[in-house]
């Protein structure tokens, strides 16, 4: 199944379009997630390693705006925040 | 009372006066205002201004959590507070961030205004991307929120 992982911060030079579509199993985690995430950035990105550190320390966020953990099941298609290290005022 | 905004730059931008308008009322004895800004120099490079990325949910969400949250761990209970944060691009010298708050005394709004940017600094999903005098920029490494 599809999935949308949205893009914040320095995830941001991953795409253009501020989201990438990715292919997961069905009942996949987001630690699965992030193995995606990183297999893309060794092919379009030659494996950048800043990136890669990124993806490894970054949170997620589920559709209502809930931080979840690297266990959370993922059971249909639907679109999920990717929050790397926060850094604002 | 809370009241909190994230202002798109190229829309607007964040004003004191409007903090002082939600602040002013007779029974708070104490009123401070944190303003942060951008500043010019960064690990030796000339800064030019910063882009700022936001949740928007997420923040808005976050700034309700830690107002709620000071109440239990400063036991304030009458206060006002202001919070609002830009998006997108800033210049130099202009504001990023107004934090006000409204107490009865001054111990209270001093500790509550430095509570409010310390938790908005660990939980606020905000990034900053750094732009220089060399016309290169940089996304700024921060605080992992990971949960386990």
């Known amino acids: 199944m599809k999935i949308i992982v949205e893009l914040y911060g320095a995830t941001k030079d991953l795409s253009s379009k501020n989201f990438l579509e990715i292919d997961i199993k069905n009942n996949s985690t987001i630690q699965d997630v992030k193995f995606e995430i990183i297999k893309f950035i060794d092919k379009k990105f030659e494996g950048n390693k800043n990136l890669k550190q990124i993806i490894e320390s970054s949170a997620f966020c589920s559709e209502n705006d809930k931080i979840i953990s690297e266990n ?9 925040g990717i929050i790397p290290p926060i850094g604002g005022g | 009372m809370l009241h909190t905004k994230i202002v798109d730059s190229k829309r607007g931008k964040i004003d004191i006066v409007k ?15 944190f303003i942060g800004t951008v500043r010019n120099l960064n690990e030796n490079k000339k800064v030019t201004g910063i882009t700022y990325d936001s949740k928007d949910s997420l923040v808005l969400k976050s700034f309700e959590e830690i107002y709620k949250d000071s109440e239990k761990k400063l036991n304030i209970k009458d206060k006002a507070v202001f919070i609002e944060h830009v998006k997108g691009y800033v210049s130099v010298e202009e504001k990023s961030i107004i934090i006000g708050v409204g107490c009865k005394h001054r111990v209270e709004a001093y500790q509550l205004s430095r509570y409010i940017i310390e938790e908005i600094k660990k939980r606020t999903p905000i990034w900053k991307k750094e732009h220089y005098s060399k016309n290169d920029s940089e996304w700024l490494k ?4 990971q949960q386990n």
């Open chain 2, 19 to 33: 903090a002082e308008k939600f602040l002013s009322s007779s029974k708070y004895g104490a009123i401070i205002y």
């Open chain 2, 142 to 145: 921060g605080v992992s929120i």
């Open chain 1, 72 to 80: 959370y099941i993922i059971s249909k298609s639907q679109t999920i």
